[in-house]
């Protein structure tokens, strides 16, 4: 058997190694598919001290070379395009059109920042008494350290270092220590290339309390992280040793109203696509789904019968196919969640365990799920990032809108319905950062964050690109 490879800390322009080695483990097999070096604490000051120093090089390099590097990033990571999915397949246990959607999103946002940057625009503000001219002009923010979640390793990546680096920012990247192989992969790439050195340094390494002097170093000056809303608190609790800017993409619980005068078996459809797709652990994923009760027997038919047309593996094929659960401890408390929920009352009409062993032997599996429940218990309250679907009936008494905003979270939230009326209503109503109608879609183009507790700042768009600049205003006397 083939040694697993060993990947290291890319720090300075360099690759470093830290102190001890821990594997990675592979959720489809449950066998070792990598190590990787784990920082120290030299590791890390070394990095923010790089970031520190290349952040006043890279942020007065010209936008038109800071767009070649990018561009020839994207063009250089695209050269090595299967070797990297298949880290990220054996990492994850993502199927593989997941996990080229993963990694097409990186090269995606690298080249979509390369682009936004040079649209954006300065402005002029008139001067009251006509004798001074004001401008405003954008400055990067400063050394950006970024904490990533274990769903996406490479979007998030690129969700992250698009806009860094087009910005003129400094970085440092965390990716999770469950998934850090692509992200690993990424770092050498750029080691290749001869990237500047100190620009991007990628960490790697699951202790948190050394991770820590990374958020109270007085050199960050952003810190932007994608996980949950306890994170992203304690997060900021322990970065508030200086004053600092955040883009937090935290925690959600999407609501999904289906209303029923929507053709139901479409509907059924693209909610268990969006639910299954990366086996549920997606922050968009539908969570609470409100089914108007005229229609209810007929969607619960439909969802069950598109769920059993999945395939676990991560093969390739016409069939739709779904990964497993990226660690061994959150199948465990998927497992748990359904164990309260029927403790609770929920009536499982699909799924509801793992797979038979002649179907699964290995791997963190979980049967895609629906649960006929009310919105009382826990299953519908918190965010399950599993492929769990609860399914609520409404009537037409019911304020099933409210019933929608009845969460802390505000993250993604979906409706279907041909009315014009209702459709209005709810883009009006409804306290989400995304409303998708009739149809769940996101592109780099768009805007993606939480209102509530899901978090501060925005993904993506032209609003992702501001948030890594501030501004400096600039008032010139006229002659006098």
């Known amino acids: 058997m083939p040694a697993t490879p060993l990947f290291l800390n890319y720090v300075d322009g360099e690759m470093l190694a830290g102190d001890q080695i821990e594997a990675v483990e592979n959720p489809a097999t449950e066998q070792e598919c990598g190590r990787f070096s784990a920082y120290n604490a030299a590791i890390l000051d070394r990095a923010l001290d790089s970031a520190d120093s290349a952040f006043r090089a890279w942020s007065t390099t010209p936008l038109a070379e800071r767009i070649r590097w990018m561009k020839r990033l994207a063009d250089e990571l695209e050269k090595r395009r299967d070797e990297v999915i298949d880290l990220l397949i054996a990492e994850t246990g993502?199927?593989?059109?997941?996990?080229?959607?993963?990694?097409?999103?990186?090269?995606?946002?690298?080249?979509?920042?390369?682009?936004?940057?040079?649209?954006?625009?300065?402005?002029?503000?008139?001067?009251?008494?006509?004798?001074?001219?004001?401008?405003?002009?954008?400055?990067?923010?400063?050394?950006?350290?970024?904490?990533?979640?274990?769903?996406?390793?490479?979007?998030?990546?690129?969700?992250?270092?698009?806009?860094?680096?087009?910005?003129?920012?400094?970085?440092?990247?965390?990716?999770?220590?469950?998934?850090?192989?692509?992200?690993?992969?990424?770092?050498?790439?750029?080691?290749?290339?001869?990237?500047?050195?100190?620009?991007?340094?990628?960490?790697?390494?699951?202790?948190?309390?050394?991770?820590?002097?990374?958020?109270?170093?007085?050199?960050?000056?952003?810190?932007?992280?994608?996980?949950?809303?306890?994170?992203?608190?304690?997060?900021?609790?322990?970065?508030?040793?200086?004053?600092?800017?955040?883009?937090?993409?935290?925690?959600?619980?999407?609501?999904?109203?289906?209303?029923?005068?929507?053709?139901?078996?479409?509907?059924?459809?693209?909610?268990?696509?969006?639910k299954l797709s990366n086996s549920g652990q997606v922050c968009v994923s539908p969570n609470r789904c409100f089914v108007h009760q005229s229609r209810f027997d007929e969607f619960l038919k439909e969802a069950a019968d598109r769920m059993g047309q999945y395939q676990f593996g991560a093969g390739r094929g016409p069939e739709p196919r779904m990964g497993p659960m990226t660690t061994g401890e959150h199948l465990q408390g998927q497992l748990e969640k359904i164990d309260r929920a029927k403790a609770q009352g929920a009536r499982f009409v699909r799924g509801g365990r793992r797979p038979p062993k002649d179907t699964c032997p290995v791997g963190h599996y979980l049967e895609p799920s629906i649960a006929v429940c009310d919105r009382s218990i826990d299953l519908a309250r918190e965010e399950i990032f599993g492929p769990i679907l609860p399914v609520i009936p409404f009537t037409d008494s019911d304020d099933v809108i409210g019933w929608a905003n009845e969460s802390r979270y505000g993250l993604a939230s979906y409706v279907f319905t041909n009315r014009m009326d209702k459709a209005n209503e709810c883009a009006e109503r409804l306290e989400y950062g995304s409303i998708c109608i009739n149809e769940p879609y996101y592109s780099v183009e768009l805007p993606h964050g939480g209102l509530k507790q899901s978090g501060i700042g925005k993904d993506c768009s032209h609003l992702s690109l501001e948030e890594y600049f501030t501004v400096k205003r600039v008032t010139t006397r006229k002659r006098d």
């Open 94 to 274: 993502k199927p593989a059109s997941n996990a080229e959607y993963d990694f097409g999103m990186l090269t995606t946002c690298l080249n979509f920042f390369a682009e936004e940057v040079q649209r954006l625009r300065g402005e002029i503000i008139p001067d009251v008494d006509g004798a001074h001219i004001h401008h405003l002009v954008r400055h990067p923010v400063g050394v950006v350290v970024g904490f990533l979640a274990w769903n996406f390793p490479l979007l998030n990546l690129g969700y992250k270092l698009g806009p860094a680096l087009a910005a003129g920012c400094a970085c440092i990247i965390k990716p999770s220590s469950a998934t850090p192989l692509a992200t690993a992969r990424v770092g050498q790439i750029m080691r290749e290339i001869g990237f500047p050195r100190g620009v991007v340094n990628i960490v790697l390494g699951r202790d948190r309390k050394v991770a820590e002097r990374l958020l109270t170093s007085p050199i960050p000056a952003m810190i932007t992280m994608i996980g949950s809303t306890e994170a992203g608190c304690k997060l900021m609790q322990t970065a508030s040793t200086t004053v600092k800017r955040y883009s937090l993409e935290l925690g959600g619980n999407a609501p999904v109203i289906v209303f029923p005068d929507f053709d139901v078996k479409l509907a059924a459809q693209r909610i268990v696509d969006l």
